[in-house]
Nanobody, 124 residues
Framework: QVQLVESGAGLVQAGGSLRLSCAAS????????VAWFRRAPGKEREVVAA????????TYADSVKGRFTISSINRKVTVYLQMTSLQPEDTAVYYC?????????????????WGQGTQVTVSS
């Protein structure tokens, strides 16, 4: 089992920035990639960004490229999502998730463990 706890929720104005954190505990040795997803009201969950240590790579959704950065400290322990130039359409509950796959997968079905989510609200 892997436990994930997100933090960094907030309300910001358009153009502002926030940093989300995802703290992992438990059997993190089985984790090879972490992704951030989000679900906006009335919309389906979508991937935002993913990072893989074994592949040494990151991937981003087109909607956040150039604005969001996924990174990690101590690799599997904490993963961050730095969000800049936030827009109202970024408003959503953000979740982190882990997978035993060695690639930064972009499909939610590839992820095994999920956090409880953290709310990001961007006002216009």
């Amino acid at each position: 089992q892997v436990q994930l706890v997100e933090s960094g929720a907030g309300l910001v104005q358009a153009g502002g920035s926030l940093r989300l954190s995802c703290a992992a505990s438990g059997r993190t040795s089985s984790t090879y990639a972490v992704a951030w997803f989000r679900r906006a009201p009335g919309k389906e969950r979508e991937v935002v960004a993913a990072i893989s240590w074994s592949a040494g790579s990151t991937t981003y959704a087109d909607s956040v490229k150039g604005r969001f950065t996924i990174s990690s400290i101590n690799r599997k322990v904490t993963v961050y999502l730095q969000m800049t130039s936030l827009q109202p359409e970024d408003t959503a509950v953000y979740y982190c998730a882990t997978t035993g796959l060695s690639i930064p997968a972009m499909n939610s079905h590839d992820y095994d463990y999920w956090g409880q989510g953290t709310q990001v609200t961007v006002s216009s």
